[in-house]
């Protein structure tokens, strides 16, 4: 078996089919960002997103995270995939999205990597990051468009301390460092499989269970009940306490100078999180 071989998308298909995954697997060598190859496969070929588009990708030359930060893997190590779809929700429910991939990814990494989430898109191993989510939207241009959403989803399985470069935001792992030293290379098609699997259960969910996949989430959190700086779109910050989940998945914050009968104050976006 070769080192970095590429993901064999038939197998991913087989192991999704016998999940019953509906969504259409595409792969390919190279891209910039696979969220934007998404969607630029779905307008030109909009009847993908009848039953749902997989986008694997082997590298991608601008990948994005959140904040416009890059998100950095090197070729045929990694899994790097994007997931467009009509959700089952309202537009104004998309948040929802973010937190179903969230435990999707939980779901498919633990208990043998006991992944942790820190609010709102990623995914932590040991201290350092392992994965991140990045949710796109295009909105309805009329009432009677659904819309299309793009679930973003980095997951480093293979890399190596060497792959990664000295001035990242945050520290990185792979679940392959994880497992020690030297760990042999994972096969990347069924966490693959498993993943997008367990992102369609969570996605259907989302409509009418939500406050479960927030109980749910709540036991991986890294911030519950931790102390918190928040930068907030405006750039103001907010310090405090995260007490709990609002019901769409917001930070419930008691803040610093608030008295413990005064209400908790609700985070729905921060452009930065910072513990302590």
Sequence with gaps: MKEHSSLDHAEIGRLAAQEGLPWKIIGLDHCQ???????????NDPG???RGLVLFSEWQGNGRGRR??????????DLLVSIAMHPPLSPDRWTRLTHAAALA??????????????????????????AGILVESITPSVSTD???????????VNSMPEDYPENLDAPATSLRMHAGEHPSRLQREPIAASLI???H??????????????????????????????????????SGLVKDFGPEGELLLQ?????QEAPLLSIASADHVRRG
Excluded at 255 to 259: G, L, Q, V, Y
């Design 201 to 238: 259960r969570t996605v259907l969910r989302s409509r009418e269970d939500f406050p479960a996949i927030l109980d749910e989430l709540k036991p991986f959190s890294n911030l519950l009940g931790q102390r918190v700086t928040l930068t907030l779109p405006d750039g103001a910050t907010q």
């Design 255 to 259: 803040t610093d100078d608030a008295t």
């Design 68 to 77: 416009g930060s890059r998100w950095i893997s090197p070729r045929s190590r």
């Design 33 to 43: 960002s696979t969220n934007e190859e998404a969607i630029t496969l779905i307008r």
């Design 105 to 130: 990814l939980c779901h498919t990494l633990r208990p043998e990597y006991p992944v942790t989430v820190k609010w709102p898109n990623d995914i932590y191993l040991s201290k350092a990051k392992v």
């Design 146 to 156: 659904c819309g299309i959403a793009v679930i973003g989803i980095g997951l480093n």
């Design 48 to 50: 993908l997103l009848d």
């Design 197 to 199: 699997c367990a992102l």
